[in-house]
T-cell receptor, first 114, second 117 residues
């Protein structure tokens, strides 16, 4: 079946450091790919998305490119802030003809130190 | 906009008791999802509804779990009897299907943290 694999962390960085969180997927078709963020005590929020190969999703300084050849969707940010501390989830979903549930990775806990 | 509302936010119960979790989706949304989050298994889809009808319940772990959606603005997830291994955070999410869109964003509630002693 479909699956998502991401580094679990915790990942600890200093403020203004460069961030990469790796995500790879296994899928039988051509899913849409997402990054969600979960702040402490809150539900998940959509951070960015890409719906087809070579699409780049971006939001709040974060970027990820849908790489079909490497089945990857790595999350990057050039300069992280303390407020970026959260758990980040990579996910995939098929959307043809309606809506389906998301398949998530296990999440990466990111800690940014001042 | 109130977003997805879940209640209670925290629930502590004893093994064998019945637990009912509640969700109010965003008004006008036609899909509703229940997810469970644990340290061991991460986030898993349990069941989802379209226009109040269950579409896929293959993620429901066993017969002790049941979910209903009696109307467009309310859904419940019930566990009877509860067991310690059911301890988790349960999320509800809703979305609106738009014809022709490849992606329909799911909006998540804050979750219910369930502890079964």
């Amino acid at each position: 079946g479909d699956s998502v694999t991401q580094m679990e962390g915790p990942v600890t960085l200093s403020e203004e450091a460069f961030l990469t969180i790796n995500c790879t997927y296994t899928a039988t078709g051509y899913p849409s790919l997402f990054w969600y963020v979960q702040y402490p005590g809150e539900g998940l929020q959509l951070l960015l998305k890409a719906t087809k190969a070579d699409d780049k999703g971006s939001n709040k300084g974060f970027e990820a490119t849908y790489r079909k050849e490497t089945t990857s969707f790595h999350l990057e940010k050039g300069s992280v802030q303390v407020s970026d501390s959260a758990v980040y989830f990579c996910a995939l979903m098929y959307s043809g003809g309606g809506a389906d549930g998301l398949t998530f990775g296990k999440g990466t806990h990111l800690i940014i130190q001042p | 906009d109130a977003g997805v509302i879940q209640s209670p936010r925290h629930e502590v119960t004893e093994m064998g008791q019945e637990v009912t979790l509640r969700c109010k989706p965003i008004s006008g949304h036609d899909y509703l999802f229940w997810y469970r989050q644990t340290m061991m298994r991460g986030l898993e889809l349990l069941i989802y509804f379209n226009n109040n009808v269950p579409i896929d319940d293959s993620g429901m772990p066993e017969d002790r779990f049941s979910a209903k959606m009696p109307n467009a603005s309310f859904s419940t997830l019930k566990i009877q009897p509860s067991e310690p291994r059911d301890s988790a955070v349960y999320f509800c999410a809703s979305s609106l299907y738009v014809a022709g869109w490849r992606f329909n964003e799911q909006f998540f509630g804050p979750g219910t943290r369930l502890t079964v002693l």
